[in-house]
């Protein structure tokens, strides 16, 4: 669960996070940084693509600053994944209300602008 979200900051499972991260049902890969910044791109969803999720939520930043490509949004749905990209604070509110359903999610978040 996402249980703390602030600019530049997230608290998953206990853990506090101070970069941009992934979060899986089983594991969360710290560091997350995409090819060009502030642009998700197909070659950025890979990892994401092969972990079987039905949702993926993308955090776009405090801002909105991140930006899904529709080459990244097909590359999901290529594996039966649906795309919910929102401002971070309200994309970790997501993830839990969809974790909680019991749904296979992941979680791709910026944690700044």
């Known amino acids: 669960m996402i249980e703390d979200y602030r600019f530049g900051r997230v608290v998953v499972n206990g853990e506090t996070y101070v970069s941009d991260l992934i979060v899986f049902p089983d594991h969360v ?8 910044g502030h642009e998700l791109c197909r070659e950025d969803v890979g990892e994401i693509a092969s972990a079987g999720a039905e949702v993926v939520v993308v955090g776009t930043g405090a801002y909105g600053r991140l930006k899904v490509l529709p080459d990244a949004e097909e590359a999901l749905a290529a594996v039966g994944a649906k795309i919910i990209a929102e401002r971070t604070a309200t994309a970790c509110h997501t993830f839990n209300a969809l974790a909680q359903e019991g749904r296979r999610i992941v979680a791709a978040l910026h944690l700044t602008c």
């Open 29 to 36: 890969r710290a560091d997350w940084w995409r090819r060009k």
